[in-house]
């Protein structure tokens, strides 16, 4: 009678799950919060807090517009070993690409060089008492992580990236 019960409480989580992802597609958030993914930088997008709110999950929202960190070794997307392109998770600009990504052991996705200069910024960081260099989407501004000069050749730098601010488009 237990295994039964336990049968049906799954099989209504699962119902609601199938469900919830219905729903979104029909909406046409098919896990895609910007339009489509933006291979060239085209100028800064600009939207109002509220609108990121709206747009974001909470987790996405605290990493990408407060400057937050998720935990190490939680992301989705920090041992991936896919081939393909890493996007912005807030508008889609190409970010950085599978064959510079190599494993730091740190708990984050981490590049060894962005796709490209002009979709990557870097800002002087001097928060929790540390000097660091933050990195960010040059179109929308959304925090991505940190660079540091401890990374493998040919550059030696290591972008630490956060799973959360990320969306990865397989390699077809």
Request: aromatic letters at 12%; a negative charge.
């Amino acid at each position: 009678m237990r295994y039964i019960g336990l049968v049906v409480l799954a099989c209504f989580f699962l119902m609601i799950s199938c469900e919830t992802r219905q729903i979104k597609a029909q909406e046409g958030d098919t896990h895609s919060k910007y339009e489509k993914v933006i291979n060239e930088f085209d100028g800064k997008l600009e939207r109002s807090e509220k609108a990121w709110q709206e747009l974001l999950t909470k987790q996405e929202y605290y990493v990408l517009r407060k400057k937050g960190t998720e935990r190490a070794f939680t992301g989705d997307l920090w041992d991936n070993k896919s081939d393909g392109t890493y996007v912005c998770g807030g508008c889609g600009l190409t970010l950085f690409d599978s064959s510079t990504k190599f494993r730091s052991g740190t708990g984050w996705p981490s590049f060894y060089e962005p796709i490209s200069t002009d979709h990557v910024g870097e800002v002087a960081d001097n928060s929790h008492g540390m000097q660091r260099i933050e990195v960010v989407c040059n179109r929308c501004d959304g925090h991505l992580g940190h660079v540091f000069n401890d990374g493998p050749k040919p550059t030696g730098l290591r972008y630490c990236i956060n799973s959360v601010s990320l969306d990865f488009i397989p390699e077809e």
